[in-house]
């Protein structure tokens, strides 16, 4: 077995995995820190492709889609997690356009959220029920996740 086939078998540590299938970079997630969006972010809002993967994105905008009027803030929440799988039959299981019709049937609460945040069942995979997560949104579409990390010593670890 080869290195590249070892590192294949190797799952990814949980930040990482956070990252990849929420669709964010470490300077994404920097960005977000700071109370704003990265131009990537701010050019996925700006043109409706925030529910695509970055690599989709980035195939389909190359550098075309630049943020016309500086950063916009982002807000942000933190407290514990709270996971939820809607029964096929709750009209909360919503059908939402991206570029296609995606079904959200699974949902994540943070404490102290008015909103839940719609999530795959990729996403849902990996979230743990419990765990302490800051949450970075944008205020125009608050139940969607631009980045997220956990924090293991609780919300005030990251003041």
Not at 15 to 21: M, S
Not at 62 to 74: I, L, M, S, T
Not at 123 to 142: D, H, I, S, T, W
Request: with cysteine; net charge positive.
């Amino acid at each position: 077995m080869t290195a590249t086939e070892k590192s294949k078998d190797k799952p990814l540590p949980p930040d990482q995995q956070l990252a990849r299938l929420f669709g964010f970079t470490g300077e994404d997630l920097a960005i977000n820190r700071g109370g704003y969006l990265s131009r990537r972010q701010q050019g996925a809002v700006e043109f409706g492709l925030q529910r695509l993967g970055d690599g989709l994105l980035r195939l389909l905008s190359g550098n075309r889609f630049r943020p016309r009027h500086g950063f916009k803030p982002v807000r942000s929440i933190c407290g514990r997690a709270s996971l939820l799988q809607l029964p096929a039959n709750d009209p909360r299981f919503r059908q939402t356009r991206a570029m296609s019709y995606a079904l959200f049937r699974y949902q994540v609460v943070i404490a102290g959220s008015p909103l839940p945040f719609n999530v795959t069942e990729a996403q849902y995979a990996v979230l743990v029920e419990g765990l302490v997560y800051r949450v970075y949104f944008n205020a125009e579409q608050p139940d969607h996740i631009l980045s997220m990390e956990r924090l293991v010593s609780g919300c005030d670890s990251m003041l």
